[in-house]
């Protein structure tokens, strides 16, 4: 029995799409904690006397960021050990930096990785068929 899943990822959420000898057995979604925002600061009016800085710095956001973010593409991983054959896709960049934490650390991730796709936002159905579709012609 091969089992072969589909990876759909954006900084919002993943959605695992897992086959069985060609059929789906499962569709899963996690939630990302990353704070998509931008670093929020500038000026508080303090009258005459000027202004002083408020609010986060860029590299402390920056930082929290990259945190948020390897413990995102853990958590993916994570839900991928147990994939003979695994492909992503989604929109962004999301999908290239999970391949890059993925070859920082080579051991925790030990499927057969296929592709890495770019793909627009799809429905659930959609997403079911890309990935039936992908395995079917790979």
Do not use: C
Request: glycine letters at 8%; proline letters at 1%.
């Amino acid at each position: 029995m091969k089992k072969q899943t589909g990876i759909w990822l954006d900084y919002k959420e993943a959605n695992f799409i897992e086959l069985l000898d060609g059929e789906l057995k499962q569709f899963r979604k996690i939630d990302s904690d990353v704070d998509t925002s931008k670093a929020r600061g500038g000026m508080q009016n303090r009258g005459k006397a000027g202004g002083i800085m408020a609010g986060v710095s860029e590299k402390t956001f920056e930082n929290r960021r990259r945190n948020e973010e390897k413990s995102y593409f853990s958590k993916i991983i994570e839900n991928v050990r147990d994939a003979d054959e695994v492909v992503i896709f989604g929109p962004g960049e999301a999908k290239d930096l999970l391949v890059s934490a993925i070859k920082t650390d080579p051991n925790h991730f030990n499927s057969d990785l296929k592709a890495v796709l770019t793909a627009d936002s799809m429905t659930e159905n959609q997403k079911v068929a890309y990935v039936k579709s992908f395995f079917e012609a790979n």
